[in-house]
Structures are given as C-alpha cells and as structure tokens.
C-alpha cells in the first residue's frame, strides 16, 4: 500500500498522558495506530510539567469523589502492575504514601468529619492524615512504555481535520478512519462551543535541600518524596493557580507555541516564573521547613479544567445538526440522549484538571471498552451534559 492511500484505524492527537494511555489500550484492540504531536516528543504538554502525584480525595461522598477513587485504584495497579514485571516497577511509581496536611484547625475538623467517607487505608497524624496508596509517576517513563509499539509523529502539528466519506482527512495528508483527540487545555480542534475547557497554569520546580522527605505532602502545593543527591537531597515542588485574563501569546504561557520548556523565556515569562517559584517555595516551608534550598529546574504547564470537574470522554454531541432536528431544545426542553446527533469517528479525552495521571489510564480503558464493546460511557463524563447546560443558557437569545 502506497503511503498516500494508507488509511489507519486510529490516530490519536497529543502525546500527554491522556493520549498515551489511549493508544496503549487501542493497541490491544488494534496495530493500525499513529499518535502525533505538535511538540518535538511525548509529555512534553501539562503531562511534563506535573509533579504526577496520585492522591486520594478527603470528603463526602460525591460522583466526583466515586470517580476519582474508582480511578485511582485503577491507576496504581495498572502503572504499578500492568507496565512492569514486578522487579521494576520503582521505575513507574514510587509507593511512599502522601500525607494530606490541614490548613488549620477548622480544615483538620472538616478532615476529621471526612473520616467515615474515606475511601482508602489512613492513619490519623498531628497535622492531617497519611494515606499509604498515595503515590508519584514517573511520567517519562510510563508514556515511552505505554507507546513502545504505536508509531509516533512529532513536530506535526494538526491543524485541519476534514470528514471524508468514510474517514477523516488530517491536514489534508493523514488518512484515518477514527480519531481521538486527546490536546489537553488547547482545544483549538473542537469546534463545538459546549466543550468548556479553559486552561489553569501552574509549575513544577526540583530543588536541592537539606532537608529529607519520606513521603509526599500535600497541601497548597505537593512536595515530594526526596532522593539522595549528591550530599544533599533532590524533591519536586508543584501547585496550579494562574487563570491568566490578561492576552499572554508573547509569552511562553502560549498554548499555541510548542516544547515551551526547551524555549528560552523572555522577561515577561520570567517574571511570572520568578514570582511563582517564591510562592511555591512560600507554600512548601509553610508545610515543612526546607533548608538550604537550591532551585535546579522549573517546568511550566496549564491543566485542562472543565467547569464541574468532571472529565469529558467519548464522542462529541453535534451541536448544530441536534439543533436543527430539535428545535424545541431552544426553548429549554429536555433531549434525551438517543436523540442527540453525534459526531461518529471522532473520540475526546479532556478535562482531567489536575488530576490527569489518577484518571487517564482509566479513562483511556473505558473510552476503548465503549468504543469496541459497546459499553456505554457514565452520564457524567459524556458531552452530554455539557451540551444540555449550554443548550438551556441559548433559551430566548437570537442565534
Ligand atoms: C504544575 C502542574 C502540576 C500538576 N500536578 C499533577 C499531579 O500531581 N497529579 C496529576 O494527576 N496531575 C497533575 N497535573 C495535571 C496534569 O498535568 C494534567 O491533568 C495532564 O498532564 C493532562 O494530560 P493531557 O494528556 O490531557 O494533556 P497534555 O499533557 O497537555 O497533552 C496534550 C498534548 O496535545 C498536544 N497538542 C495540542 N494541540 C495539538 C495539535 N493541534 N496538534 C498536535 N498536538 C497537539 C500538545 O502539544 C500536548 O503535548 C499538574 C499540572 C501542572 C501544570
């Protein structure tokens, strides 16, 4: 077959976690697979810029809280199991438990009143509670195994994708019968106006210090676990708080721009850098005193956040062919959900927020569970919903 007329099953868009995982759970379903990205290699998005911790959620019972424990125990069998034998799996993630700190007495109450909803094995310390499963990715690592067998294309940016007769045409070059789009907080490729994803930045830093670590904190930011270095010890420090309003494409707080970490930053970068990395080490002293601290890298990155939460998985409602077969929905009437239209072939994986190494490979399987064995998606991560509460808002406004 000559490479023009070469027609994949699938190609995923984005090398992050979220996509890394598709392509390894599409794999067992098929080889016929390409995953591409604009940036020059794999996690090189939010997915590189994450301090990859897994941690479990302290409070009342909840969808979300069901979905994220459903996913984390998931998710650590399957970095911890699933991609090694068991000799090596250190190499995946590191087991050494995260202790969940209170912000102050009225926090350590709430938490104590949290107790009987607690999902996993805790002990009860001074300063919050310590959950043993807590746990830290290493997320190199685990995207350049799970896409060890997919065919990989990089620096290629996707900009256009148009539907063929029976498959999709990426750029006006790749062939593929199936696409999932997995881009993170730029969600330039979805057209539909419900996908309400907006992008909240953040930053990792790695420091040297004194001071030890036996397990992960967390509390305004995460710290790791330390490893020996040299005479000292080497931890990671990460938080995401910026929702820019301000226009930043002269930054490298652009999403548009590729491998931003290998870019040299410009002033207006720095600053913000420079004023993050004060709070971020203002925020780690405040829940260990860190001696000696000497930053060594920084890795900015922007979280896909949804507006409830909630990820958004599967295939994208068609707004504008729903609307023109129902026109009542302008007037605020339910749909029920066989008779929204669908946008057939085209798969998303977004919105995983800050917590896209606890749900991705979840996700990602049941994503492909739906897609070959027809086992229907959780109302609460579909488009659905979101097209419904977008809908409503249209009631009475000229379109
Ligand atoms: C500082 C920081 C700390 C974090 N800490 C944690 C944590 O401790 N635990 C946790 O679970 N999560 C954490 N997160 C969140 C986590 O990073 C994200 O949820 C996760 O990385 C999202 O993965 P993704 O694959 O959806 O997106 P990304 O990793 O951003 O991947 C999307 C990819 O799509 C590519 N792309 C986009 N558009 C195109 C296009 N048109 N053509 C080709 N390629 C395209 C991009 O180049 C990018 O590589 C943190 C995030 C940050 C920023």
Not at 114 to 119: K, L
Not at 192 to 221: A, M
Not at 226 to 244: M, V
Not at 324 to 340: A, R, T, Y
Request: glycine share 6%; proline share 2%; hydrophobic share 35%.
């Amino acid at each position: 077959m000559s490479n023009s007329s070469k027609i994949y099953d699938f190609v995923v868009v984005g090398a992050g976690i979220a996509g890394s995982c598709t392509a390894y759970f599409l794999s067992k379903k098929t080889k016929n697979i390409l995953i591409v990205d604009k940036n020059s290699t794999f996690t090189n998005g939010a997915s590189g810029a994450a301090g990859a911790f897994l941690n479990p959620i302290l409070g009342k019972p909840n969808d979300f809280k069901d979905l994220v424990t459903k996913a984390l125990e998931f998710s650590v069998d399957f970095y911890s199991l699933n991609l090694s034998n068991l000799t090596n799996f250190s190499e995946f993630i590191s087991t050494s438990g995260t202790l969940r700190v209170a912000t102050d007495d009225e926090d350590f109450e709430k938490f104590c009143s949290y107790e009987e909803f607690i999902d996993f094995d805790y002990e009860k310390r001074d300063e919050g509670y310590f959950f043993p499963i807590g746990s830290m990715v290493n997320a190199t690592k685990v995207c350049e195994t799970l896409l060890e067998n997919i065919n990989q294309k990089y620096d290629y940016e996707v900009k256009t994708l148009q539907k063929k007769d029976d498959f999709w045409l990426i750029n006006d070059e790749i062939k593929t019968k199936n696409i999932v789009l997995t881009t993170g907080a730029n969600i330039k490729l979805i057209e539909e106006e419900y996908v309400n994803i907006r992008p909240v930045w953040g930053q990792k830093i790695n420091v040297l210090t004194s001071t030890k670590t036996d397990f992960n904190y967390h509390k305004e930011c995460s710290i790791s676990v330390s490893t020996a270095y040299n005479d000292k010890y080497k931890l990671s420090i990460g938080a995401t708080h910026n929702r820019f309003k301000d226009d930043m494409s002269d930054t490298l707080y652009n999403l548009d721009l590729k491998d931003i970490n290998d870019t040299q930053p410009n002033q207006k970068t720095m600053d913000i850098v420079n004023s993050d990395t004060k709070k971020l080490i203002d925020l780690a002293n405040d829940i260990i005193k860190l001696d000696d601290i000497e930053i060594i890298d920084f890795k900015i990155g922007a979280r896909a956040a949804s507006f409830d939460y909630f990820p958004i998985v599967g295939k994208l409602v068609d707004s504008k062919k729903t609307i023109e077969n129902h026109p009542h929905i302008l007037n605020g009437s339910h749909i029920k959900k066989d008779k929204l239209s669908m946008i057939d072939n085209l798969y998303i994986i977004n919105g995983v927020g800050g917590r896209g190494y606890v749900l991705s490979p979840y996700l990602a399987k049941v994503l492909v569970e739906s897609i070959f064995d027809g086992v229907e998606l959780n109302e609460n991560i579909s488009s659905h919903r979101l097209f419904r509460r977008w809908a409503k808002r249209l009631k009475g406004k000229n379109r």
